[in-house]
Antibody
Framework: EVQLVESGGGLVQPGGSLRLSCAASGFTFSSYWMHWVRQAPGKGLVWVSRIDGDGSYTNYADSVKGRFTISRDNAKNTVYLQMHSLRAEDTAVYYC????????????WGQGTLVTVSS | EIVLTQSPATLSLSPGERATLSCRASQSVGGYLAWYQQKRGQAPRLLLYDTSNRATGIPARFSGSGSGTDFTLTISILEPEDFAVYYCQHRSNWPLTFGQGTRLEIK
């Protein structure tokens, strides 16, 4: 069974940093692209970032480019999202999602971790 | 950036009825459109991808159609568990974007 478990969310002040983790199990992690998608409270889904299977290629939404970095450790079956210079508008539930085999569709999702940026 | 506009914002129907949800793209996405279902307090679930391919485990009452800029998700006979928020998403280019969602509520 595919499982994705996010962690690392919490309350952080504006301008601060946070690192999210997503631990994967139940599939050959290194064979899959992985994504982060966020959802502000009561709002819709917003794609944040993608990383390919060996970590060579990444993509970012313009709203986070230069502030967020996606990475992965295939030995630990974990994908990360390092977030810097956080803003109030980054407040959201952050989901990690597995890619449906090099398609940019999201076929499995974690339960999400809440990031709140507030003073 | 491709903007996806979903309509209606809210759809009120009864179990047993047919639901038709729309997603319109600001420019052609070819057939590269997916639909997700999100229930309250849960993560989204992939329903359909590449317009009309059902994801693993998705019942046949969910179907998709369209191409270019206009797409439709149809639920042929609504079951009680189908009342949720539905999002469309494209993968035609970067950035990947979602529609704003359609809430399907019980009438």
């Amino acid at each position: 069974e595919v499982q994705l478990v996010e962690s690392g969310g919490g309350l952080v002040q504006p301008g601060g940093s946070l690192r999210l983790s997503c631990a994967a199990s139940g599939f050959t992690f290194s064979s899959y692209w992985m994504h982060w998608v966020r959802q502000a409270p009561g709002k819709g889904l917003v794609w944040v970032s993608r990383i390919d299977g060996d970590g060579s290629y990444t993509n970012y939404a313009d709203s986070v480019k230069g502030r967020f970095t996606i990475s992965r450790d295939n030995a630990k079956n974990t994908v990360y999202l390092q977030m810097h210079s956080l803003r109030a508008e980054d407040t959201a539930v952050y989901y990690c999602a597995r890619d449906l085999k090099v398609t940019n569709w999201f076929d499995s999702w974690g339960q999400g971790t809440l990031v709140t940026v507030s003073s | 950036e491709i903007v996806l506009t979903q309509s209606p914002a809210t759809l009120s129907l009864s179990p047993g009825e047919r639901a038709t949800l729309s997603c319109r793209a600001s420019q052609s996405v070819g057939g590269y459109l997916a639909w997700y279902q999100q229930k309250r307090g849960q993560a989204p679930r992939l329903l359909l991808y590449d317009t009309s391919n059902r994801a693993t485990g998705i019942p046949a009452r969910f179907s998709g159609s369209g191409s270019g800029t206009d797409f439709t998700l149809t639920i042929s006979i609504l079951e009680p568990e189908d009342f949720a928020v539905y999002y469309c998403q494209h993968r035609s280019n970067w950035p990947l974007t979602f529609g704003q969602g359609t809430r399907l509520e019980i009438k």
